[in-house]
């Protein structure tokens, strides 16, 4: 049985804590009729499942394919002996979509959106010795009301629509706190003065408090300070005399602790880190840490073969950033899909450039109603991973046009790019990539020709490639790329599809993948490019790596194509 057992929240950790991950039981309630059937208190469900694999996985146990309008968990857990007298907290660090949790068969709480975790108190629930839990989770997919990127609508994958993910797909975990605690934190880096602003949100009694923060590189203290905090809330500033720099390829970390002392006593302790790093435009170039750099990205979707929007292990993660590496690029587009904070760990750790992007496919910005929804996840997604280094910018929708309702999109794109930068204004927001500009930092497109010498023509320095009637107005001097390109398809099985009619042989793709590329990193206007894709998914066949993650072709022989140097850095 493979468990995924790690830390799932390495920029937030206490040391108190217990993995629900395993085995669970486990049943799918095709008529959302559980609660009239009974299945809060059933003595034992009809099945088994490995948490947090969702149940269309084969690393699940179950997979099942088809559509399950709801499915239940239950399990028991013994409660340390040190957590008694604690405040007792349940996480879910992502559950699609709408759930309810409930500790020996009182209910604890509700929550609704797919990609970011959420935690209920359960104090008042628990007791010495063992407990049940049972959570609830419906997913409907199909409704045009609900976030879910390329999930599928049909029953089976098809074009760009994958397997889709019902229930539970990320760790489920205990943790126990004093009364008094730390609930979350904000880091603010500035890497052009060496300093980083940490606010921190208090929880429980709010009376004789103090907040430390101690920052530390690579074990070597590095600065402290101490803060009142009875107001709820602390801010504390670290200057860092000798400041060295998150970049890209060098994923320089600062160890910080957190201490919550009443009286002078700790009561809370916690681990975090932060990079420090700027982000910031020069004319069309974009600089991180008052550095050119030029944005050589792959398009990575998430999916795993064996786990679907779960990777096997925390290991799995980590390597698809060191395949994307290999192949020579410096950062990825996280496309259509809100990654696990393991991912974006791996990232910091790694220098590792990332765009953070709502799952939008599905959703029409032009429902008011369901814009709500969107929103409203949509901020728990910055929120949650705010705090990351690597995140360099941020994209809440992805080709989204105006042929219909042309005025009400357009007020949605702006609104949704407000909303974006009111809550982060260090990082840039493109308001709807490769789809209809309203407001946006960036001016970007979507491309898919396959004629290299097409291509060339049409980005040579010089051609008028922005500001067309379909994407908006572009405003003089903005930085511009093309966000997606490339996917040549390579599948000499002859199944699934690629952009373009396929090449025959590994020389032809070699050379059309180098013309393409070229004809963007010549043009001294580029800020950087996204090509597509790191992997196959499913029917997709135009990855560089295999589904499975093999190579198709030696990176050796791909990586200089992308990693010579652009017009623009020149």
């Not at 042929?403 to 308001?431: A, F, H, Q, W």
Request: with cysteine; charged share 25%; aromatic share 12%.
């Amino acid at each position: 049985m493979q468990v995924r057992s790690e830390y799932p929240r390495p920029q937030f950790e206490r040391s108190d804590w217990l993995c629900l991950n395993g085995e669970w039981e486990f049943e799918i309630d095709s008529g959302d009729s559980g609660r009239q059937r009974g299945l809060i208190e059933k003595p034992e469900l009809d099945g088994k499942i490995i948490v947090p694999f969702c149940p269309e996985s084969r690393l699940s146990g179950v997979q099942n394919v088809d559509f399950m309008q709801a499915v239940w968990y239950k399990r028991t857990f013994i409660l340390p002996e040190k957590a008694a007298g604690k405040r007792v907290f349940i996480n879910l660090d992502a559950v699609d979509y709408e759930c309810e949790v409930w500790i020996n068969g009182h209910s604890v709480g509700t929550h609704k959106g797919g990609y970011v975790g959420f935690s209920f108190e359960i104090s008042a629930f628990v007791q010495r010795g063992e407990n049940t839990v049972v959570i609830c989770a419906r997913d409907d997919t199909r409704s045009g009301r609900q976030p879910g990127g390329k999930q599928s609508h049909r029953y089976l994958s098809h074009g760009c629509h994958y397997t889709r993910t019902t229930g539970i797909w990320q760790s489920v975990w205990l943790e126990w706190t004093d009364e008094t605690r730390i609930k979350s934190v904000r880091i603010t880096p500035d890497g052009v003065n060496g300093s980083v602003l940490v606010e921190a949100e208090i929880d429980g009694c709010c009376t004789n408090l103090t907040l430390s923060a101690q920052a530390a590189f690579e074990g070597e203290y590095e600065g402290e300070a101490e803060v009142d905090a009875d107001a709820g809330q602390a801010s504390v500033t670290l200057l860092i005399e000798e400041p060295k720099l998150w970049m890209p390829g060098e994923g320089n970390l600062y160890d910080l602790i957190l201490t919550l002392k009443k009286g002078g006593k700790p009561v809370d302790k916690v681990k975090s880190y932060f990079g420090l790093r700027s982000i910031s435009f020069s004319g069309k170039k974009c600089l991180i840490n008052g550095e050119p750099v030029f944005q050589r990205l792959v398009l990575d979707q998430g999916f795993y073969p064996d786990g679907i929007y779960t990777a096997p292990s925390d290991e799995e993660l980590k390597n698809d950033i060191l395949r994307s590496m290999a192949m020579g690029f410096n950062g990825a587009r996280l496309h259509q899909k809100v990654f696990e904070p393991r991912f974006l760990y791996w990232a910091d750790k790694l220098g590792y450039i990332v765009w953070g992007e709502m799952a939008s496919w599905g959703i029409d910005p032009a429902d008011k109603d369901t814009l709500a929804i969107f929103t409203e996840e949509w901020l728990q997604v910055l929120a949650r991973d705010y705090n990351h280094p690597s995140i360099v910018g941020w994209c809440p929708w992805n080709e989204t046009w105006g042929e219909s309702n042309k005025g009400t999109r357009e007020s949605t794109m702006r609104l949704t790019y407000l909303v974006t930068k009111s809550y982060d204004r260090t990082r840039p927001c493109i308001d709807a990539s490769g789809g209809m500009h309203a407001l946006t930092d960036i001016y970007d497109t979507h491309d898919y020709c396959q004629d290299a010498k097409l291509y060339a023509e049409r980005y040579a320095p010089g051609q008028p490639m922005y500001g067309t009637d379909k994407l908006g107005p572009y405003r003089e001097g903005q930085p511009v790329f093309v966000s997606e390109y490339g996917g040549i398809g390579w599948n000499p099985d002859g199944e699934g599809w690629g952009y373009g009619n396929g090449p025959k042989t590994e020389e032809e793709f070699l050379e059309r993948l180098k013309g393409l590329t070229d004809a963007l990193m010549d043009n001294p206007e580029h800020m950087g490019f996204c090509y597509t894709q790191l992997t196959d998914v499913e029917q997709e066949r135009n990855g560089l790596y295999y589904y499975d993650r093999a190579p198709k072709f030696p990176p050796e022989k791909i990586r200089p194509i992308f990693a010579r140097k652009a017009a623009i850095e020149q």
